[in-house]
């Protein structure tokens, strides 16, 4: 069964929108992190945002947060203002615990976007 | 300070030939990764290694072997390539530590493999 599930394979959005990336997960474990990365053409994986599954409020860095809902298992993505420079693929990633020290993420497929001006 | 840093960058590789792609940090993390990318897959774990001197396999593991050199040095070996090995290669690394705590990995730039 696929732990992170991404049902957007593209979104498009006009600049300075603001768009709504989703991202639902499965775990039986009670403590958890939820990561979203960003690819973009070049390749290269940059890291977003996170929220840990104790955290009571909702991540925020910059023009990026994370809308957590524990109950339902999603953690999606919002990006404000949209730029042309987002266009990029999105990853939602989960690591489970407990862990042997070794932290591997479990990644979605992946949502493509695409900024237009 | 680099990072994560890979070599190479892109290689060709005729099926049946064998290589090595390797990955260094420089962070001193204790934590190290192998992922393999593939279009409409999303990332998948090869090997990992969660501290010096151990390595364990992840989801993909079949057709690859990995050596942890010492703490900075996460090595993926290919013995006998397939064209199923065609991917994008990526090396990450962590500090490890405690589960529950965050822990962000940093990624390598990639190695785009291709084999014929």
């Known amino acids: 069964a696929q732990k992170i599930t991404q049902t957007q394979p593209g979104m498009f959005v006009q600049e300075k929108e603001a768009v709504t990336l989703d991202c639902t997960y499965d775990t039986s474990d009670q403590s958890y992190g939820l990561f979203w990365y960003k690819q973009p053409s070049s390749g290269e994986m940059i890291f977003l945002i996170y929220q840990g599954s104790y955290d009571e409020q909702n991540a925020t860095e910059g023009r990026y947060s994370l809308n957590f809902q524990k109950a339902r298992k999603s953690a999606n993505l919002v990006i404000s203002a949209s730029q042309l420079g987002d266009s990029a693929m999105y990853f939602c990633?989960?690591?489970?615990?407990?862990?042997?020290?070794?932290?591997?993420?479990?990644f979605g497929k992946g949502t493509t976007l695409s900024v237009s001006s | 300070n680099a990072g994560v840093t890979q070599t190479p960058k892109f290689q060709v590789l005729k099926t049946g030939q064998s290589m090595t792609l390797q990955c260094a940090q420089d962070m001193n993390h204790n934590s190290m990764y192998w992922y393999r990318q593939d279009p409409g897959m999303g990332l998948r774990l090869i090997y990992y290694?969660?501290?010096?001197?151990?390595?364990d396999k992840g989801e993909v593991p079949n057709g690859y072997n990995v050596s942890r050199l010492n703490k900075r040095e996460f090595s993926l070996r290919l013995e006998s390539a397939a064209p199923s090995q065609t991917s994008v290669y990526f090396c990450a690394s962590t500090t490890g530590g405690l589960a529950g705590s965050y822990n962000e990995q940093f990624f390598g730039p990639g190695t785009r493999l291709t084999v014929l």
């Open positions: 990633a989960m690591r489970e615990f407990p862990n042997q020290a070794g932290t591997a993420l479990i």
């Open positions: 290694s969660a501290s010096e001197g151990t390595t």
